[in-house]
């Protein structure tokens, strides 16, 4: 096979999770076992704290293993400042000390894209907060309380592990060819053992039209995300190629998709007219519309 890397990556990533899943039926049945009970209070769902974090182990460990050994061994035969420099010139994942000033200015680049993507979003969420009864102090709380096991998950292990092996160990074994194809294969497809852990997951209120539906869905936009990120890493990026796609992809979780939908004026709409509900609907629009012609013009129209 003339792209191994690629496929046995992709594997092994799934075949984590998976394997994490053996483990989580292992202990399953060992506390059924040892409390004389049956095992059916032991569901172990996907958002389940322990599951989370017993995921969180297993892909980050064999995501980091596969790294090193693909070009840590394979690349640079255990030559460690070798290795070095390819995680800094090829992969963009730290900065070399000339270079920190313009790899900053990249990585704060591709978010402003992001940012600007997602303007109209922005927005709305600080009318929100605006006109909130709640205070910027418990705002800046509530945040922070809000950094749990769920926000790793979401924003930092996912952006960083997925990013690893679906765009720099397949874009490297591709040798920075970009085909949606292969976005499609690795990172689209890749996504729909989501919609196989909830049709055997029997706690969830899914019926099998409407997982099909969301696993569809799911890897059209997670096929076009996965084809935009391996852009960034090989077409756009010269300097933090990895980071910049590791960040977009926090943004994009994080923010999760454009909404022609605005709540930002919800607690206070019975207090104003019509022509300013209009008119802040507007705004958003064109700031909606701004934002997709400005990323869709830097990503696909110029070179």
Sequence with gaps: MEHTRSLVAALIYVGSIYLSNTFLSALRALLANKEGSSTTHYKFTREDPFVIKTRIVFVSITTFLTYLIFFYVQDCNWNFYEFLKKMQNE??????????????????????????????EILDSLVSLYNSPIKPK????????????????????????????????????????????????????????????????????????????????????TSFFGHVNNMIYSQKSTYSKVLNCICTHAICNYLGFPSLATNGLYLCSHRISKRVKYAYEGIHLVLLGLGLFIFIKYMFLTN
């Design 91 to 120: 992969h963009g994942l730290i900065p070399t000390r000339k270079n920190w000033a313009v790899f900053s200015k990249e990585v704060g680049f591709f978010i402003s894209l992001y940012l600007m993507l997602y303007s109209g």
């Design 138 to 221: 418990f705002i800046i709380q509530n945040f922070i309380s809000s950094i749990d096991i769920w926000f790793v998950r979401n924003f930092i292990f996912a952006p960083i592990t997925e990013e690893i092996v679906f765009t720099l160990i397949i874009q490297e074994d591709y040798k920075n060819k970009v085909k949606f194809i292969n976005s499609i294969v690795y990172f689209g497809i890749a996504h729909l053992h989501h919609g196989y852990e909830l049709y055997n997951d029997d706690t969830n209120g899914y019926s099998l039209g409407s997982i099909v539906i969301s696993c569809v869905f799911q890897m059209v936009y």
